[in-house]
């Protein structure tokens, strides 16, 4: 094992009354930082630091929407609760984020327009304004916009006969002034939405110059307006509060609750306004006036709106050479069969469980192929299975619609308050229900998160059941990008608690129990407080303690509170958090024995994986929770023990890879800033996604 590096402590004590507790949005403002550093990272090539730059953007996006439009609903409700953390009212927290956000937003503008695009213009990629044009590039594109985008457009006139348009969330626009040229009445505001459907980026044919689709409609607007004086145009973006939620316990029928949620949320109140350099003053008073928002939610920017959209630019480009090199996940060794019948998969599970780690493992040769080959298998009885979030043409999902099909008993919960994705999951539900599945939406009050499959098979005269409980969605798309775990296991136990979850999920149990599956409301956060206090008196009596604890997230008080209490004790903790960690590592008489780091690289760390030392006697975990309140007490989340010892060795090294990660990790510290670890001189990169990659080729001998 490596030894992980360490940060020192802070050399004072925690001052009477300080706070224990970090402020979770900061917290998460810090994650979102060091997701731009990865732009700036000039180690990582061109068109990975331009999609790092979209990523920022779009995480910024979902943070307005949930975090922000929350904190706003609870300054409406008149909320005054200073929180855990002590940082301050709802008020005060939308002044800090603001605070944090702004010099944040100009370091990535900064980035993008001073450093990125002046780069990748060297090798021939270009995002231009319409100035930057040739002549001849103008007439041609002018031409393509009446034939392609005038069509489309919609000018939508603001005056007594019209009021003011509907802004749809995150959409982009353009505000426009007019007037009758010669008359002194004072300019007329109109609004252009650049639809969606169209590109983003408008190519210059047999180039890679290309021009934002705004720029191409603002400098065509006097076809939108014929006869009319263009005064001014300038383009816009608003985001809207996602945070809505409707009462489920007085609720007839959830589903039309969710596409109740759906309709509400689509004229949610606006919680930021974007706006481009330049624009005049009347026009955003004008625009703050009728999104009812205030000049402090308002958000200038130099260059492009809607960062995000680079993402397609950068996924699109043919230019290899500025990109990561590509990864091609392996089949796991134990799912490597001489005959090519997909069902030897059960005969390989019934052998021994078998441990995967996506993407480093494929998830098409593994879960995808268990799935596929349980829906096609004849002696295959029943399939039941947790669908949080999956992908547009899942072949996880047309699996399930074709063995319902075939009338083999298929049972799916299916999260319709999956965040974002739910009138996908609704349109799925529906495809199941209409061939016959059994689908059921979850537990009243509870989001179901849990990852978890059953498959029930016939075997001689008796019925085998095969398990796969996993960190990660069952979603071929994000399993290429996400770092999960995921177990299959034919064990007894382990099968029959599956069962219960499922009986739990889908009918009627009282007080269910379960033997090895850690079940979150029900057991989990007393199992993992039982393991930590555990651990607390094998330190205090001299048997030593060790915990490490791999998550995306940490915000609750309690289990915060019991590390405390542990490393007070003399436990030894390590954390890797990739994101919110309210815990503050290294304060002296209190946490001097924790320490946090958070892994940001090519791929998004998003396995959850927990190891208690226990005296000698070692207990690993992997589950779909974090250790916050939001998994612990108000969704159904499933966690695994790993009880083969060569898996747990498996478990164990990537645990330690990712502790001695000195190139894409972050030491915390105790104030919630953090400090990217170097190599010193002399001393190897070890970066972990790369050596888990590395790793992978080696177990399959390449």
Request: a negative charge.
């Amino acid at each position: 094992m490596i030894e992980p590096k360490r940060v020192e402590a802070l050399e004072r004590p925690v001052a009477e009354g300080e706070p224990l507790f970090l402020n979770r949005e900061l917290s998460w403002l810090e994650f979102n930082a060091r997701v731009l550093h990865e732009a700036e990272d000039p180690d990582n090539p061109l068109l990975e630091r331009l999609k790092f730059i979209a990523i920022f953007d779009s995480n910024l996006d979902e943070f307005f929407m949930k975090r922000v439009g929350g904190l706003k609903q609870q300054i409406a409700s008149n909320v005054r609760d200073l929180g855990a953390d002590g940082e301050g009212t709802p008020r005060q927290q939308l002044a800090q984020i603001n605070a944090s956000v702004r010099p944040t937003v100009a370091r990535q503008r900064r980035l993008l327009n001073q450093d990125l695009l002046p780069l990748l213009r060297q090798h021939g990629l270009e995002i231009l304004s319409w100035d930057e044009l040739r002549a001849s590039e103008r007439r041609h594109l002018c031409e393509e916009f009446d034939r392609l985008i005038f069509p489309v457009l919609t000018p939508l006139a603001v005056d007594p006969a019209h009021p003011f348009p509907f802004i749809s969330n995150v959409s982009l626009s353009l505000a426009v002034a007019v007037k009758v040229p010669g008359e002194g009445q004072l300019p007329r505001f109109a609004r252009v939405k650049a639809p969606h459907i169209l590109p983003r980026w408008v190519q210059v044919p047999k180039t890679l110059r290309y021009v934002p689709l705004e720029e191409l409609i603002s400098h065509n607007l006097d076809r939108l307006f014929p006869g009319m004086e263009i005064v001014e145009s300038a383009c816009f973006r608003v985001t809207r509060n996602a945070d809505v939620h409707r009462n489920e316990e007085t609720a007839e029928d959830l589903l039309e609750v969710i596409q109740e949620e759906l309709r509400e949320r689509r004229f949610a109140t606006v919680v930021r306004l974007e706006t481009s350099k330049g624009m005049s003053k009347w026009m955003t008073g004008l625009l703050c006036e009728q999104l009812e928002i205030s000049e402090a939610e308002v958000y200038e920017v130099e260059g492009p709106l809607a960062l995000k959209d680079l993402m397609s630019l950068a996924s699109e480009a043919p230019l290899p050479s500025l990109r990561f090199r590509p990864w091609v996940p392996v089949t796991q060794p134990r799912l490597v069969f001489d005959t090519g019948e997909e069902t030897e998969i059960f005969r390989a599970i019934d052998e021994g469980d078998i441990l995967v780690h996506h993407p480093y493992d494929s998830f098409a040769t593994s879960v995808q192929r268990f799935i596929e080959t349980a829906a096609d298998d004849p002696k295959v009885f029943a399939i039941k299975q947790t669908l949080y979030r999956t992908s547009a043409g899942s072949p996880n999902m047309q699996a399930l619609i074709r063995a319902a099909e075939a009338r083999k008993q298929i049972a799916v919960t299916v999260e319709i308050k999956a965040r974002f994705d739910e009138a996908a999951n609704i349109e799925w539900a529906e495809a199941l229900e209409n061939v016959g599945a059994h689908v059921c939406y979850g537990m009243v009050g509870l989001k179901t998160h849990a990852k978890v499959a059953l498959v029930v098979r016939q075997d001689g005269d008796t019925l085998r059941r095969y398990v796969h409980v996993a960190t990660g969605n069952y979603n071929p798309e994000t399993a290429k990008l996400y770092t999960d775990v995921g177990l299959f296991t034919s064990d007894a136990a382990i099968s029959h608690d599956a069962l219960q979850l499922f009986n739990m999920l889908t009918g009627f149990v009282h007080q269910p129990q379960f033997e090895k599956l850690l079940v979150a409301p029900v057991s989990m956060r007393q199992r993992f407080l039982e393991m930590i206090a555990r651990e607390a008196e094998h330190a205090r009596e001299g048997r030593g303690g060790h915990i490490i604890a791999k998550m995306n997230a940490l915000d609750d008080k309690q289990m915060a509170e019991a590390l405390y209490e542990a490393s007070v004790a003399g436990v030894e903790i390590d954390l890797i958090v990739r994101g919110i960690c309210r815990l503050r590592p290294g304060l002296p008489g209190q946490s001097e024995t924790i320490r946090v780091i958070s892994i940001v690289g090519r791929l998004l760390e998003h396995a959850r994986i927990f190891y208690f030392a226990n005296g000698g006697s070692p207990r690993y975990y992997i589950g779909s929770a974090d250790w916050m309140s939001r998994n612990l007490d108000a969704r159904v989340e499933a966690a695994v023990p790993i009880e083969d010892p060569r898996l747990q060795e498996e478990v164990q090294a990537i645990l330690d890879l990712q502790l001695a990660d000195n190139c894409k990790a972050w030491d915390m510290r105790s104030d919630g800033s953090y400090v990217q670890r170097r190599p010193s001189p002399g001393e190897e990169p070890r970066c972990s996604q790369d050596l888990l990659m590395q790793r992978a080729l080696e177990k399959v001998g390449r």
